[in-house]
């Protein structure tokens, strides 16, 4: 615990982190603002005297609005790619490794508890969107939705209840994003640079979103269906399963072996991280 303790102080310090968090809260706002606009826009077109039409959202919505951000707006996954690479490269280009080193401590566990710290950032991260406005969405909406006409109020979810999927969802996007962190530190492992870490993996993570979207069509212009198959094992398919998190525990057993692909990439990566920094000269 010290070790992550210390791992988190230092992102702190390096300023990474809390640039990060300030463009995720901005990301959070924006969420807010976009939510509040369609709220009025819908208001001001409400004919008059239907005050049911009014209230289309919930306080919950803006949540869900922002999970949906986090994976169809890029901005809070490249904040964590920049947090986590700089996390790992900077040690070699500041040269912190061999101190760190010096250590009576194993090499592999330098790596984990590095790997752990930035875990729990990622969660924290998530949990700062989805909290932020959540609780903006307290002030103009109501809690919990309204009951249509002819509805039995025991078919809509409760308020407490619609809180619960926000914070399995915001669960299933943290897993989500967990190839991200076995990506960036098996990159910054083998370049030992921050730039080309960067760089690399945003062009591993293009290639894969693109053979994932293309790979359905050419399997069925050229007959061969293992090239669809292949498509499934891609980092961006496997980790869509987040987007279906409304379906709550029943997504654990109907979508395992999409979960189970999401958390073979990142042990994956990592794990030939840790086998390759523990057998590096570091200098």
Known sequence: MAMIGAEWLKLWRRGFASAALVLSAVFAVAVFLVMLGLHYLNKWNAPAGSGAAVDIFDAVDVGFAALSGVWFVPVVQLALLAVFTESFASEYAHGTWRTLLLRPIPRWRVLVS????????????????????????????????????????????????????????????????????????????????????????????????????????????????????????????????????????????EELPRIGGTFAWAGLTFALAVGLFQRQDIE
């Open 114 to 253: 590095k790997g752990a710290a930035l875990l729990g950032f990622l969660a924290g991260l998530i949990a700062l969107v989805v909290a932020v406005d959540t609780l903006l969405g307290l002030v103009p909406f109501q809690v919990g939705r309204a009951v249509p006409p002819g509805v039995d109020a025991g078919e809509v979810p409760s308020f407490g209840e619609r809180l619960g999927t926000l914070a399995f969802g915001a669960a299933c996007y943290v897993a989500a994003m967990t190839p991200l962190l076995g990506m960036a530190s098996l990159l910054a492992v083998v370049t030992r640079s921050a730039a080309l870490t960067i760089t690399f993996s945003l062009i591993w993570l293009i290639s894969d979103f693109a053979f994932s979207f293309v790979a359905p069509t050419a399997a069925a212009q050229l007959s061969q269906p293992w090239i669809e198959d292949l498509g499934a094992l891609t980092i961006q398919a496997t980790r869509s399963f987040c987007t279906d998190y409304a379906r709550g525990l029943d997504l654990l057993t």
